[in-house]
């Protein structure tokens, strides 16, 4: 396994926009592959990786602004 092939979690919650937690539940739902790397899981940079998009449930309501828009 070569290790450009691996990505941390935090890294991968940074680069797909989502939460790591996100990422863990992929991981143990078996949605995303990962491996114990030295005591540390990452994930596995293959098809499943690359066809992986995050199910977005449970977000905060955005606040509203009641300012007007300058003109």
């Known amino acids: 396994m070569d290790p450009d ?4 979690f935090s890294d991968a919650a940074r680069q797909i926009g989502c939460s790591r937690t996100t990422l863990y539940r992929a991981a ?5 592959n ?3 790397v030295g005591g540390r899981r990452m994930l596995l940079k293959d098809e499943a990786w690359e066809d992986f998009e995050p199910i977005r449930t449970g977000a905060r309501a955005q606040k509203r602004s009641d300012k007007a828009e300058p003109e």
């Open 34 to 36: 990962d491996v114990e």
């Open 28 to 32: 143990d739902d078996g949605r995303l």
């Open 5 to 8: 092939d691996l990505i941390s």
